[in-house]
T-cell receptor, first 110, second 114 residues
């Protein structure tokens, strides 16, 4: 089955700096890669996603890049704000089976 | 269209009792995933079901745990003879399952075994 690895497990940045979280996946047939944000005590919620026929997608301060050859994808958050502090999960989706990375705890210091 | 509904939100069980966690997917969604989350940790895949079928249960412990998604009614995650190590948040997610689409999560059930 699919195996998703995510790095780093924790990330601390200063407000205004950029944050980058990286994931790799094992199954080349995976074709959909969502990113979820989970705030303390809440459910994970989708923040951005990318499909395998696209290399990059941007939504305001958030962008995701996908390298199918290398089987890795990354989340980029620019101009970070304290409210970006949360746990972020990447996922890879293949044939309706979705597997998550272990998560990255992002702390944005004011 | 109500979101994914999980109940109960909080469940306390004594060691040896049974825990039944329910997940009603969003309307029109026929795919359900269950995940376990220990405090300060990530989402660990447990099982993936479609209506009346278990598609992938590779993340389920071999004993005491079972899951179902009947033709009618919610998906049920059942834990028999609970132990303290079963204490965790259990999340379900549902999707329409059409070639890679967003999965929506429920609020989770926080199981505490005392």
């Amino acid at each position: 089955g699919e195996n998703v690895e995510q790095h780093p497990s924790t990330l601390s940045v200063q407000e205004g700096d950029s944050a980058v979280i990286k994931c790799t996946y094992s199954d080349s047939a995976s074709n959909y890669f969502p990113w979820y944000k989970q705030e303390l005590g809440k459910r994970p919620q989708l923040i951005i996603d990318i499909r395998s026929n696209v290399g990059e997608k941007k939504d305001q301060r958030i962008a995701v890049t996908l390298n199918k050859t290398a089987k890795h994808f990354s989340l980029h958050i620019t101009e970070t704000q304290p409210e970006d502090s949360a746990v972020y999960f990447c996922a890879a989706y293949n044939n309706n089976d979705m597997r998550f990375g272990a998560g990255t705890r992002l702390t944005v210091k004011p | 269209n109500a979101g994914v509904m999980q109940n109960p939100r909080h469940l306390v069980r004594r060691r040896g009792q049974e825990a039944r966690l329910r997940c009603s997917p969003m309307k029109g969604h026929s795919h359900v995933y269950w995940y376990r989350q220990l405090p300060e940790e990530g989402l660990k895949f447990m099982v993936y079901l479609q209506k009346e079928n278990i598609i992938d249960e590779s993340g389920m412990p071999k004993e005491r745990f079972s899951a179902e998604f009947p033709k009618e009614g919610p998906s049920i995650l059942r834990i028999q003879q609970v132990v303290r190590g079963d204490s965790a948040a259990y999340f379900c997610a549902s999707s329409p399952g059409q070639g890679g689409t967003e999965a929506f999560f429920g609020q989770g059930t926080r199981l505490t075994v005392v």
